[in-house]
Structures are given as C-alpha cells and as structure tokens.
C-alpha cells in the first residue's frame, strides 16, 4: 500500500497546480478551445511580460484571453486573431517575433555567429604544423643535446 | 594589417554601443501600434448621470487638438498626474477627453469630486474593452490626436518634465495647421 501513498501525493498536487489559470469561460468544446489555449501561448502578456497570457494572471492577460476565446468561437482563424492582436500592440505581443527585414539581425544572426565561429575552427584544424627548425643544430650544440639525453636515460 | 589589429577594437565598440542605446530603453513601455492611425471606433456611455459619454465622433473635431486620457481612481498614478489634466482645461484649442477603465462609475465620480474633474467629456469603459481597442497596457496612459488620427502616446502619469514634451507635441500639431 505504502508504495502508491507517493505517486498518489504527487498526483494529488498536480490537480492544484494545473487548476491554476484555468478560466470559467473555457470553450465547450474541446477542440475549440485547444486552439485558443495555443493562441494564448503566442501571445505575450503585456503586464508581466516574460510570459504567455495563458501563463499570467493580470487583468488584462484575462481580458485578452476573453477575447480569443470569443474569435474562436466566432470562426476566426488563428491568423486573423493574431492580427487583431498586432494591430493593437504591434509585434511586441506575439512571444514569437515574425520573420521580417527588421528582425533579420535577430533570426540570422546566430547562424552569422556560427558561420564565423566555423570558418575559424576550420582553419585552425586544416594548419598545417608550424614548428619549424630555423637553424640547424650548431656541432656543439648537437654534442649537448646527445649528453642530455644519456644523462637522463641513467 | 592595421585593421586586422584593431578589428577586436571595433566590434567591442560596435557592442558597447549597442548596449548603451539598448540599456537607455524602457521595455515596460510598449507603444501602441495605433501611432499615425485612426482612432478606434467606439461609443462609450457617460459615468452613471454625469455628462454624454464618448464616441469617435467626438475625437474627430476638426478645431481642436485632442487629449484622451485613460483613467481610474483605483490607479495610483492617475491621482499623481492629476495636476498635470488641469493644465489642459483651459488650454485654447485642446480638449481633455477621458475614458475611466475598469472603474466603478460611482467611484470614478468621487474620485473626480476630491480632485475635480479636468475633462470636457468622459466615457465609462466598464471591462476596459475599449482600451483594448486602442492598444493600452494599463493606466495612465494618453494619447494625442489630431483630426481623428492619433498622433502621439504618453504612457504612465504625466510628471512635468514629460508634460513639456506633450506641449511641445501639441504645440507642433497645431502649427500644422498654418503650413
């Protein structure tokens, strides 16, 4: 018996955990309202800003998911919607920035920084070894080395 | 050979740059889209037996200058621009309009009472629809207009220093018209 008592527990409190955010006016229908629920992750709170709408609690993340629940509803596709959404607060509300001249930096750039960082570590495994001797051994200098090496060889 | 030396120089200075633009900007603000656009379409109701609401209509006066400020006594902020609203009221060729947001009509008059009231009309916007609408993130906000066409956003309380540059807005707007 004592070993379901911890997934039981553990059970038990994921039932509060995911009745946090949950609205009263969820859609009926399921469908429905799976659709508005991955709008609503798009879509960034503008109150507390690193989350999702779905994620936040303030008054206006539950106006606005009011009102996507409504264009669902009413037919809207999640295009049109999303638009009702930038037309109003511009790109900034979309947690998801779009793909556009402006934002090009922003998309492209870690593949630029990858590319460079790339071409570098390619050039550094292709070299060749660049030790080279730019002078030979002078007759004494050999005669050393040689009694080094026995001296360490005792 | 020379660039090469001092590539390191300039992209450390093309960051700091960067950082010092960026680190300047506020990201809580967040301006509405609506800049340099219509007004959106609304009729708002009048605070319960106080005034004739507010509508579009009313934002399209061609003689004044607009001021639309959203407003609720709930809201801090709003009591602390409040002294800033009253400059408008006799301001020649600039109307004060404003829209309470998700406000009790009854606590909205009070607060309006203690304070007194610097606008020419008021609209209720009981579930802050309407400020929907105009892509408002929370109150105080305020937003210019000329011609039916907003033309500039304050967000937050008016304090003085961004007073001035709101008149000097106004100020540019209404010598648009002499050109």
């Known amino acids: 018996m004592r070993f379901l008592l911890i997934p039981l527990l553990c059970l038990t409190f994921s039932l509060t955990a995911a009745a946090i955010g949950v609205d009263k006016d969820r859609l009926s229908d399921p469908e429905q309202e799976a659709r508005a629920q991955s709008i609503m992750k798009q879509l960034r709170c503008l109150v507390c800003q690193n989350q999702s709408i779905v994620e936040s609690d303030a008054g206006l993340a539950v106006d606005l998911r009011g009102i996507v629940r409504e264009q669902v509803k009413a037919g809207q596709s999640d295009r049109q919607i999303l638009h009702f959404m930038t037309s109003r607060y511009g790109d900034w509300v979309l947690l998801q920035p779009p793909f556009k001249a402006a934002t090009l930096l922003l998309w492209l750039g870690p593949l630029f920084l990858l590319l460079i960082g790339g071409y570098f570590v390619f050039r550094y495994v292709r070299q060749k070894p660049t030790t080279v001797l730019t002078e030979p051994l002078t007759a004494d200098e050999e005669k050393r080395l040689q009694q080094i090496l026995r001296e360490n060889d005792t | ?179």
């Open chain 2, 1 to 179: 050979m020379l660039f090469k030396r001092f590539l390191p120089l300039i992209i450390f200075g093309g960051i700091f740059l960067a950082f010092l633009v960026g680190l300047t900007l506020n990201p809580r603000e967040i301006p509405s889209a609506l800049i340099n656009k219509p007004v959106p379409d609304f009729s708002l109701p009048p605070l319960e037996g106080a005034g004739v609401g507010l509508d579009t209509a009313a934002l399209k006066d061609p003689d004044n200058i607009i001021v639309v400020n959203f407003f609720a006594s709930w809201c801090g902020p709003c009591r602390i621009e409040h002294p800033a609203l009253v400059q408008f009221e006799n301001m020649a060729g600039v109307k004060l309009f404003g829209i309470a947001y998700k406000d009790r009509p009854s606590h909205s008059l009070s607060f309006l009472k203690s304070l007194g009231n610097p606008y020419d009309r008021i609209g209720a916007d009981l579930k802050g629809r309407n400020a929907i609408d105009w892509g408002v993130t929370g109150t105080p906000e305020s937003f210019i207009i000329k011609n039916g066409i907003i033309r500039y956003q304050h967000i937050g309380p008016i304090h003085t220093v961004q007073m001035e540059k709101i008149l000097t807005v106004i100020a540019d707007l209404q010598a648009e018209d002499g050109s």
